[in-house]
């Protein structure tokens, strides 16, 4: 049993770790904060003084704003939504014992390890282009008109391209809590004559409740940020302006550094309120 002593022992050891990520999250966010009260415009003489929640009322009132936000949901609850789907088919696919075992999974996992712009780059060059793409050849083998992915269904494509990036890492964790579970459960109810569906829905899936919900806390921290794949393929046009690519439109493209910052507090505000939200809805599963 830990002494009074130790304890405190422990605290004075982590608190130099403790101190520097505080600082290392205050710093940006007290800075930010301070610019969005500021109208700073670099290339028209800097700090041209304080603007109040000016800078908050136009971020919140522009036409970019409310399709940025939608845009934002849109991604992430579709991107959920297939990983979740099909990392469970995949997990439960990847645990029946098979030929060359290790290597399937190696392969399946691969694709959380390439950089984001990289596989934007290939989807959209080998897979999406119009004329030369797989897709294209694809829909012209069938007689069908080749789709202009990025214009046509931006949102669509960019769903597809982060959840390529992002099922490996859902199907890790779910097949890493599908192998913990008690093959004694599914013996006992095979020998009861019960279907696999019904094993499925009674046994598989509630034992996985915890791991989807570690799935999706995890996936939507870093979803609420995505920009690279916007930014390699469709510029924010399209409707794909999410809102961290609409603050980066506001920051570096306008230089209008006070109404980017008042962009990235909604950020902030938009990312905790999501948090709070799945911790109370969905983190339950993790006290069970």
């Known amino acids: 049993m830990a002494t009074q002593h130790s304890r405190s022992a422990a605290r004075l050891m982590m608190a130099p770790a403790v101190i520097l990520l505080l600082g290392w999250m205050l710093v940006p966010l007290t800075m930010t904060l301070y610019f969005s009260f500021k109208k700073y415009l670099p290339l028209r003489g800097g700090d041209l003084g304080w603007a109040g929640f000016d800078n908050y009322v136009r971020f919140v009132t522009s036409s970019a ?7 934002t949901l849109v991604i992430v609850g579709g991107v959920l939504l ?3 789907a099909l990392g469970i088919v995949l997990a439960l696919l990847l645990d029946q014992p098979m030929w060359g075992q290790g290597v399937v999974r190696i392969l399946v996992i691969a694709p959380f390890f390439v950089m984001p712009t990289v596989s934007a780059l290939v989807w959209k060059n080998m897979f999406m282009d119009p004329v030369n793409g797989l897709f294209a050849h694809l829909w012209a083998f069938f007689g069908a008109q080749p789709i ?7 949102l669509a494509s960019i769903i597809l391209i982060v959840s390529w990036q992002w099922l490996p890492f859902a199907t890790l964790i779910l097949l890493t809590a599908i192998q913990s579970l008690d093959s ?10 019960a279907p696999p569906l019904s094993r499925f829905m009674w046994i598989i899936l509630p034992h996985l409740a915890r791991a989807i919900t570690i799935v999706v806390l995890i996936q939507t921290i870093f979803l609420l940020s995505i920009f690279a794949e916007i930014f390699v393929t469709t510029g924010g046009a399209f409707g794909s302006r999410t809102l961290t690519y609409l603050i980066y439109q506001r920051v570096l493209e306008s230089l209008n550094v006070g109404l980017g910052s008042a962009g990235g507090i909604y950020a902030v505000i938009l990312a905790n309120i999501i948090a709070i939200f799945l911790m109370r809805i969905v983190g339950k599963n993790l006290d069970a």
């Open 184 to 193: 004694e459960q599914l013996e006992a109810s095979e020998m009861d004559g």
């Open 65 to 71: 704003f409310w399709p940025s936000v939608q845009a």
């Open 82 to 84: 297939i990983t979740v």
């Open 148 to 154: 202009e992915w990025l214009s046509q269904a931006s």
